[in-house]
């Protein structure tokens, strides 16, 4: 996993809302999908492209459409098909058709060719109709389109960065971005379903495609088959969006002690205990003296609490980010530029906050963003109060078309969620939200692992064989299960 999907994912992870509200979507006859090979897929890959005309707005069915773009891997097995199976972006900003190129073949293996595999491009995504705010380069820094706070803790650029971020997307995004939001994706996948003829979906959701998943559960339970949660938000409504980023600052403790091992055992300390101390002086140091990359920018104490937080995802992210940590506590100068990936894509920048901002209204009142600021940087000082600070959704220009709507136990018991212990972007306590507001709906596979999603993603047999046997035998445990560390 590289750092820059790292990065998307972290995105990913904070924020989201949704709410089903609006009259009913799809009074027109369902589109009909015009399956065709995907641009550039090589002859072998069996991966077929379509486009889903969908309405601006479903209160308006008859009225502006807009394309998302859909794909879909078929059973290698049609004598053992079960039906479809739907993949759920995490982000907002996630690809769907991204996941079947990236995990359809694996997932298609793993499940023996049960299901024909399907995902979309959300609004504003991949290959659908796009919006762009027109951010600057600037307001794209990582640094700066998250707002992590000034060395003594000030939060006045960030309120400056906000206010300016949200005036552009109100000046340049038009309709199409406002449209972009947790309970339009659900109608859109109800839509898709209709297209594809199917009475029911399974579906895999991973992050924030958890939410979107519960949020379509919750909405229309009579068109679920089995349903696949993967590292879970916490869906109070009082808690979406801006209660998924400040529970960040909770994952990034939970998950520390995994890298601070890992650092010990190859020598960037002598104990893991001393692993905390020494990444929190160094950052100090470095929002005192930033250093210099080799193409002039600087490496401030926020970019690397930023990129410890990418890190974190996954194991695999250990080493790249080991290597960063001993040049940044080195007294020797920098030997790279300045990453990439640490810049967003207009796009990509658009999208995550207009769907934040769209599914929920965030308190309007600065000073009590200071005031939580203050106090997160006591409480999680590796997040240095970042995930407790104001946004571009503070100065929004239009309140959510939707409100966020309520998860319930109501409905067919036919959900099955894995969640890793130690996650830092959808952290073990916000899961168990997810789980108590499911009910008897759900049953919660605990996985003691860490990093961010579980099924087929950190080596856990016992994680990946509960979530397989119910996708392909509708096995499901009879209570929640602990699956102990691989």
């Known amino acids: 996993m590289t750092f820059r999907r790292t990065l998307l994912l972290t995105l990913s992870a904070t924020a989201i809302a949704a709410t089903l509200t609006a009259p009913a979507a799809h009074a027109a006859a369902p589109p009909s999908l015009s399956w065709h090979p995907c641009d550039g897929a090589s002859a072998a890959d069996a991966r077929e492209c379509a486009t889903l005309p969908v309405p601006l707005d479903y209160r308006k069915p008859g009225g502006e459409q807009l394309h998302i773009a859909v794909s879909r891997l078929r059973t290698d097995q049609p004598a053992h098909r079960r039906g479809t199976l739907l993949l759920i972006a995490g982000g907002p900003g996630g690809s769907g058709v991204g996941m079947v190129k990236n995990r359809a073949e694996q997932i298609r293996k793993e499940t023996g060719g049960a299901y024909d595999i399907v995902g979309l491009d959300p609004r504003g995504v991949g290959g659908s109709t796009t919006a762009d705010c027109g951010l600057d380069e600037n307001d794209r ?273 036919n959900i099955l969620m894995v969640q890793n212990l130690r996650d830092p972007a959808t952290p073990y306590s916000g899961a168990l939200q997810m789980r108590r507001a499911l009910g008897d709906r759900a049953r919660l596979v605990s996985v003691d692992a860490g990093g961010h999603g579980s099924y087929l993603a950190n080596g856990n047999a016992c994680g990946n064989r509960k979530v397989t046997e119910f996708l392909t035998d509708g096995k499901r445990p009879a209570r929640d299960v602990l699956c102990p560390k691989a």
């Open 141 to 413: 820094d990582i640094t700066t389109y998250r707002s992590w706070p000034a060395p003594d803790g000030s939060i006045t650029a960030n309120v400056e960065h906000s206010r300016r971020i949200a005036e552009q997307c109100a000046r340049n995004g038009g309709s199409v971005l406002r449209s972009m939001s947790t309970a339009n994706e659900v109608r859109d996948i109800e839509r898709f379903r209709q297209a594809l003829g199917e009475r029911k979906l399974s579906a895999y959701g991973v992050s924030y495609g958890t939410y979107v998943g519960a949020e379509y559960a919750q909405k229309y339970p009579q068109h679920t088959d089995r349903w696949v949660l993967d590292s879970n938000d916490d869906p109070d409504p009082e808690r979406v969006e801006r209660g998924w980023l400040a529970n960040m600052a909770v994952g990034a403790d939970d998950r520390f002690p995994d890298f601070a091992a890992w650092a010990a055992e190859h020598g960037i300390a002598q104990r893991a205990e001393d692993v905390r101390p020494l990444f929190l002086s160094t950052a100090a140091k470095l929002d005192r003296e930033p250093k210099k990359f080799t193409d002039g920018h600087l490496l401030t104490g926020n970019l690397l609490r930023q990129m410890l937080q990418g890190a974190l995802y996954s194991d695999k992210q250990f080493p790249d980010f080991g290597d960063f940590f001993r040049a940044a506590l080195s007294d020797r100068p920098l030997t790279m530029p300045r990453p990439a990936y640490l810049t967003l894509q207009p796009r990509d920048a658009s999208v995550g906050m207009a769907v934040i901002c769209n599914d929920a209204r965030w308190p309007r009142s600065v000073d009590s963003y200071r005031r939580a600021v203050a106090a997160d940087r006591v409480r999680h000082p590796l997040t240095a109060g970042m995930p407790a600070n104001v946004s571009a959704c503070t100065f929004w220009d239009h309140d959510p078309a939707d409100k966020p709507a309520r998860i319930t136990s109501d409905g067919p018991s």
